[in-house]
């Protein structure tokens, strides 16, 4: 876990994010606190649970971005679950429990991408080598001590000495070579119906060994042969039993689980015939929030100290509707203010990644140069707010609506329009996006 304060965290957190101070800090906090635990004693270390946070806020006002952003910060597995897919135990759906397998397998993917990067040096020498063995195969003269023999192998050596500089300028990557390779069998009839990830996990490993990889011989280029023989290198150098091991201690000590729409399950039960009950979902997430030990496929994880952020709007419902025990698991509760006009102007300059920025760049790579007057810009964030204020609010994400309305025509003429200059000002935004923007109907539908 990167050692980052509380202030380095929002400040990170603020070149993406507009706003949204006090879920910054809860959030900051949080993540800063399981850094301090890690520097206690053992004894004291495993008394001290995280602080799980309730963040309330409409969609598009950034609580998952901030889950999202927070979690690359720290180098966290992290994992986005919707709490509306899970079902009560005896109802056809997914078991909550699945959100930490899913979570051990990221984790693992993670761990295995750093140790990749270790033994990457060894393993395209070793590819290299492979390469060189299949355009030119190893014969009886390399192994022979006689005279003859010796000089015909010098010979070949000289040559694959030349193939390998071949090799690394690149000069063969459309040259086909013959390679064997493992293709995993794939479950077939109920399993494949059913879902490997809804089995038991032993259950799921035993079955992955009934079904075993089948070697198949293969003639492709050199360039996806480098990939495929990579990967097969890496696998030998990475001690997988480590990846393991350190993929399920950081699940266990850094990982978090966002959970939206956490305000669907609030609530009493519906008057319009049977559902899967809100009450039973709840109470199967109460202990993997408090802290249990659940079976994976690469063994136990215990979950007491992986951090819980849960989010929803809260609409039609409040936190005090949830049980109190949830309630109890979730102590910090933070509320994220809606988007007005001034934000919706700092979210189309400010953020590195600004929607007028990612526009920019993209037709920059048809040679279209693109420039918005402020005067557009402050057109772009009035027509914004107006719109979440008359139809549905999905606060940020309208501006990705009006901007795409807005640059649809340029978009669609772009390669016609290479080595020119493109100036959006506010006459073109009320063009193009007034009477969308004034016409209840339209926007609706359009906007």
């Given amino acids: 876990m990167k050692e980052l ?6 400040a990170a957190l603020d070149r993406y994010i507009v706003g949204q101070d006090a879920a910054k800090r809860s959030v900051a906090i949080a993540v800063r606190n399981r850094w301090r635990r890690q520097q206690l004693p053992d004894f004291l270390r495993e008394e001290v649970c995280p602080g799980n946070i309730i963040m309330i806020g409409t969609t598009g006002v950034g609580k998952t971005e901030i889950a999202r952003r927070l979690a690359s910060l ?16 005896g109802y056809h759906g997914r078991d909550v429990e699945s959100m930490v397998r899913d979570l051990v397998d990221l984790a693992v993917h993670m761990v295995k991408n750093e140790q990749t990067e270790v033994v990457r040096s060894e393993a395209e020498r070793l590819t290299e080598e492979r390469l060189l063995d299949a355009l030119m195969p190893p014969t009886d003269f390399d192994r022979s001590d006689d005279d003859a023999a010796s000089e015909t192998a010098q010979r070949r050596r000289r040559s694959r000495e030349k193939l390998l500089a071949q090799l690394q300028a690149g000069e063969l990557e459309d040259r086909p070579v ?19 990830d809804q089995m038991d996990p032993e259950l799921q490993s035993f079955l992955e060994k009934l079904m075993p990889s089948q070697p198949k011989s293969r003639r492709i280029p050199i360039r996806e ?25 950081r699940t266990q000590n850094s990982g978090i689980i966002f959970i939206d729409e956490l305000d669907k399950l609030a609530g009493g039960s519906s008057l319009h015939g049977p559902e899967v009950s ?19 496929r690469y063994g136990p994880v ?19 509707d949830l049980m109190p025990e949830l ?6 509760r933070v509320e994220l203010d809606d988007l007005g006009r001034d934000e919706f102007l700092r979210i189309l300059t400010e953020p590195e990644n600004a929607l007028t920025k990612q526009h920019t760049a993209l037709l920059g790579t048809e040679s279209v140069r693109l420039e918005f007057e402020n005067g557009a810009l402050e057109a772009l964030a009035d027509i914004a707010f107006q719109l979440n204020q008359s139809t549905e609010n999905i606060g940020a994400r309208r501006l990705t609506t009006v901007m795409e309305r807005l640059l649809e025509q340029l978009s669609f003429d772009a390669p016609d329009r290479s080595g020119q200059t493109v100036v959006i000002n506010a006459a073109i935004v009320q063009e193009r996006l007034g009477d969308l923007s004034r016409d209840d109907n339209l926007s609706r539908f359009i906007l």
């Fill in 278 to 296: 809100r009450q039973g979902v709840q109470r199967d997430l109460l202990p993997i929030i408090e802290g249990c030990t659940v079976g994976t």
């Fill in 178 to 196: 013959d390679l064997t390779v493992e293709v995993k069998a794939q479950p077939v009839g109920m399993l494949a119906t059913f879902g490997m």
């Fill in 327 to 332: 309630q109890g698991r979730l102590p910090i």
């Fill in 74 to 89: 720290v180098n966290a597995p992290f994992i986005k679950v919707e709490a509306t897919k899970y079902t009560e135990v």
């Fill in 5 to 10: 304060t509380p202030k380095e965290i929002v």
């Fill in 225 to 249: 042969a480098r990939k495929i023989l990579f990967e097969q290198q890496c696998d030998k150098l990475i001690d997988l039993e480590k990846v393991t091991e350190m993929a399920i201690q």
């Fill in 302 to 320: 215990k979950t007491h100290h992986v951090l819980f952020i849960a989010a929803g709007s809260f609409s039609s419902s409040k936190p005090s």
